[in-house]
């Protein structure tokens, strides 16, 4: 018997950190982006996920139907630490963390790097980055908006006893 | 089939003030509300001018008040009993945020806050009409909020986005960039059957709705317009409509240098020969740009635009730009019986929106 499908199906999966090689500081850096472990972060994971599903960048063939998700509960805390901490003691705002200062700049990165051309979403979810961001993409698949999306739950870790996370799954019907 | 999506209640608050009113009145004329920033020193920036609303606004407050008036328009007392998505700048309080306004107003809290720069509150629109469209919700209330802030003004004054000369002058030659401005908006959508049943005038249909990347730069939009494009043709598309239905756009139109000729080349893809008989302006022109809620800003002032049958002004132009070559509203509101009007949206990232609407 035929049931409606539950959503999206998971096509392929990349973390950070993955594994006892992924400590604090081993993220690859990226260019024109300081300061934080945020968008290192964001990147690598999707960098995981893309390479597993279509090895070297850029998805071949580039493709306008495969959007992207990035949900973030606090955002780039880092980032924004930084403007304060700045401001608070009469120092000049670095030119790039202008860039950083929104969570679309490494989406741009990401889709740049890999030929994602489909529809661009970023959130704070209230609850679980990762089944949130995967509501926002079934609904992005169901409104025929596109056919894949990359979801990706970021957060900077809040204390010592956490690590920063990153999860990217890419999800199709 | 899906149900039509339409607009039975917005709100805004902006530095003209409280209500639509004021946008109309002062707003479509093309006069800027900007002046010096009072609420914090400026003094060490490349450009001390935002458009402001007198004071310092606390974000929660002028979202529950921006939501009730939404909410009194479209004719829900009380709670209008239906899911609620804001869209503001990515912090760690809008969790916090989000669950206070919610509770204030009699609503569940929102799964999330859309926080995709320039894009964000566009995006949460989109979503709610996705919901709408599928039959998932009946109503969706959509609200965003953005305070010219001293954190804000300085990452933009750093990054050199800002007009020195304190004006916006969209699409225009000698435009030198953005001008930051407060601003808080909601609309309430639905199902054309859920308003029907409760006897609800409907302002305008949401006839179209579509978004895109532009797979290109962290912040610098495609030059050719090619993603932009694609957002205002899915648009369409959805709508069913012709670019020769279109009779106005209020542009994303930011004063910058690149946004405004890779839009401008958008619009000459997207819309084609008609591109030369449809009246485009920004209104950022005149009420700054509220960066994510800007969008819905915007959307609230096509909709006015449409329903008035008066077309706001594309205000500061100083002369031709050979890159921008549009029919720009530049001195005084035009008169318009259009029937259909797109709201276009690009930020950061690359990403896109449109949103088009459609006189009842």
């Not at chain 1, 500081?25 to 893309?50: D, M, T, Y």
């Not at chain 2, 209008?80 to 869209?87: F, M």
């Amino acid at each position: 018997m035929l049931t409606r499908a539950a959503g999206p199906v998971v096509l392929a999966r990349g973390e950070w950190p993955a594994g006892p090689v992924d400590v604090p500081g081993s993220l690859p850096q990226i260019a024109g982006f300081v300061v934080s472990a945020f968008n290192p972060l964001v990147a690598q994971a999707a960098e995981r996920c893309l390479a597993a599903h279509y090895g070297a960048p850029p998805a071949d063939p580039p493709t306008t139907r495969t959007g992207v998700v990035l949900a973030s509960v606090r955002g780039d805390t880092a980032t924004a630490d930084a403007v304060t901490a700045a401001l608070r003691a009469g120092r000049r705002v670095p030119p790039l963390l202008f860039f950083q200062s929104n969570p679309n700049a490494v989406v741009g990165y990401v889709t740049a790097r890999w030929g994602l051309a489909g529809p661009v979403a970023c959130t704070s979810p209230a609850g679980d980055p990762l089944t949130d961001g995967l509501a926002v993409a079934a609904l992005l698949i169901e409104d025929s908006a596109a056919d894949q999306v990359l979801v990706i739950a970021a957060d900077l870790a809040t204390d010592d006893t956490e690590s920063d996370h990153a999860v990217a799954v890419l999800v199709g019907p | 089939m899906a149900d039509k999506v339409v607009v039975t209640g917005l709100a805004a608050h902006s530095a003209f003030g409280r209500g639509s009113s004021a946008l109309l009145a002062r707003a479509f004329t093309g006069e800027p509300a900007f002046g010096d920033v009072t609420r914090f020193d400026a003094a060490a920036r490349r450009t001390t001018v935002a458009a402001t609303m007198p004071g310092t606004p606390v974000l929660a407050d002028e979202l529950v008040s921006v939501i009730e008036d939404a909410s009194r328009v479209a004719g829900l007392a009380g709670a209008p009993d239906c899911p609620l998505l804001l869209a503001g700048h990515a912090d760690r309080a809008n969790i916090a945020t989000a669950a206070e306004v919610a509770r204030r107003v009699g609503l569940a809290v929102p799964a999330r806050t859309y926080t995709a720069a320039c894009v964000a509150a566009t995006t949460a629109v989109a979503d709610a009409a996705a919901m709408i469209a599928t039959g998932r919700q009946d109503r969706v209330v959509v609200a965003a909020g953005f305070i010219v802030a001293e954190d804000i003004f300085a990452l933009f004054d750093a990054g050199r986005a800002l007009a020195r000369d304190g004006r916006v002058r969209p699409f225009s030659a000698g435009r030198q960039g953005m001008v930051l401005g407060d601003a808080f908006a909601a609309v309430v959508l639905e199902s054309a059957t859920s308003a029907a049943l409760r006897g609800a005038d409907v302002l305008v249909t949401l006839a179209g709705w579509g978004r895109s990347g532009d797979a290109y730069h962290v912040c610098q939009p495609r030059p050719d317009g090619t993603g932009l494009a694609r957002a205002i043709t899915a648009a369409l598309t959805k709508a069913e409509v012709e670019a020769d239905e279109v009779g106005y756009v209020n542009a994303n139109g930011t004063g910058t240098l690149f946004n405004d000729s890779a839009e401008a080349a958008a619009l000459h893809i997207a819309l084609g020969d008609a591109v030369g008989r449809i009246p485009v302006s920004s209104t950022k022109s005149v009420h700054g740009h509220a960066l994510e809620a800007s969008g819905l800003l915007e959307l609230v002032c096509t909709v006015l635009a449409l329903r008035s049958g008066r077309l706001p002004v594309n205000a500061g132009f100083l002369g031709v730009d050979d890159d921008c070559l549009l029919d720009l509203i530049v001195d005084e509101p035009r008169a318009t019986d259009a029937r259909y009007a797109l709201s276009v949206n690009a930020a950061f990232g690359g990403a896109n929106t449109a949103l088009l609407v459609g006189a009842p």
